[in-house]
């Protein structure tokens, strides 16, 4: 009987852990232009109705101007705001934070994220958007299946307020 326990408990703890991870990169081009502000990005699952499951991450101004606060513009990023902004309090802790400089910025996201946690088995899309006062609008997607049984990879290359978005999504 010990053998039969022993060799059961054995196979169980030698199963494969799954710990889903994604990986996402995001490239902010540097652009010429005599006033530049940094974009707000904002970036999110959303699944196959096309609604937002998650909100990963919004980078927008958090401080006070002169011209009000940062906030004021984030109805700006038109789609992200229409499908889960509007409703958000921000700030959000481990979602919102400050505006990123041009250049490549590499974020981790696994499922223990609150966020990533609830999502239910199927088909989803990483949505980045991204907007700039006296710039322009863009908005990249990459699609991937949850949960990540194998390893996935997919790009995007934007043309103007992005450049190139990677993402891994390892079991």
């Known amino acids: 009987m010990r053998a039969k326990l022993t060799?059961?408990?054995?196979?169980?703890?030698?199963?494969?852990?799954?710990?889903?991870?994604?990986?996402?990169?995001?490239?902010?081009?540097?652009?010429?232009?005599?006033?530049?502000?940094?974009?707000?990005?904002?970036?999110?699952?959303?699944?196959?109705?096309?609604?937002?499951?998650?909100?990963?991450?919004?980078?927008?101004?958090?401080?006070?101007?002169?011209?009000?606060?940062?906030?004021?513009?984030?109805?700006?990023?038109?789609?992200?705001?229409?499908?889960?902004?509007?409703?958000?309090?921000?700030?959000?802790?481990?979602?919102?934070?400050?505006?990123r400089p041009a250049g490549k910025h590499a974020l981790k996201f696994d499922d223990k994220q609150p966020e990533l946690a609830k999502l239910a088995p199927g088909n989803y899309t990483l949505v980045v958007e991204a907007a700039r006062e006296v710039g322009g609008r863009e908005l990249l997607k990459i699609p991937f299946v949850w949960p990540i049984k194998a390893p996935q990879s997919g790009k995007a290359q934007g043309s103007s307020e992005l450049g190139a978005i990677t993402l891994a999504a390892k079991p």
């Open 7 to 99: 060799i059961a408990l054995g196979t169980l703890l030698a199963m494969p852990v799954y710990a889903a991870e994604l990986e996402i990169n995001v490239e902010i081009p540097r652009i010429n232009a005599a006033e530049y502000h940094r974009p707000y990005v904002a970036m999110w699952v959303e699944g196959a109705d096309q609604k937002a499951a998650a909100n990963l991450a919004v980078w927008y101004m958090t401080k006070d101007t002169k011209e009000g606060h940062g906030t004021k513009w984030l109805p700006d990023l038109r789609q992200w705001w229409r499908r889960s902004g509007r409703t958000l309090k921000v700030p959000v802790d481990g979602v919102t934070g400050p505006t």
